[in-house]
């Protein structure tokens, strides 16, 4: 089987981790609104606004270069593990509480493909 291209797969990704830290930065009460479906309190804004300052420069950490260069195994494996961890977190959330907003399966199910295809993207299927 022909290997995944890694630059546009990276490139979608680090657009997503871009948004999602900009959005957690600008709006956290929309972004924790919707994944959890609850109205945070002042100190969860706090913490989603850390979240986001941490997003945010994962992203810009992860951007893949210049067309021409090649893209960094640690630039993937890093937006990769992201996207696992956030994925499997958001899951265990939605299972071990009742506290789910419109957006959580949504993005466990983008995050879990994204992190699949930065993984094919490095080790093709044999």
Excluded: H
Excluded at 59 to 78: D, E, K, M, N
């Amino acid at each position: 089987m022909k290997k995944i291209p890694a630059r546009p797969i990276l490139l979608a990704a680090v657009a997503i981790v871009l948004g999602m830290g900009l959005a957690l930065i600008l709006k956290p009460e929309n972004v924790l609104a919707l994944i959890f479906g609850i109205a945070p309190s002042d100190a969860m804004q706090g913490a989603g606004r850390i979240g986001g300052a941490a997003t945010l420069s994962l992203g810009i950490a992860g951007w893949p270069g210049y067309p021409g260069q090649r893209v960094r195994r640690s630039s993937i494996y890093s937006i990769m593990v992201f996207f696992g961890l956030v994925a499997a977190l958001l899951a265990y959330q939605a299972y071990a509480s009742d506290v789910t907003g419109p957006a959580l399966w949504p993005m466990v199910v983008v995050l879990g493909l994204m992190a699949v295809a930065l993984a094919m993207s490095v080790n093709p299927p044999a």
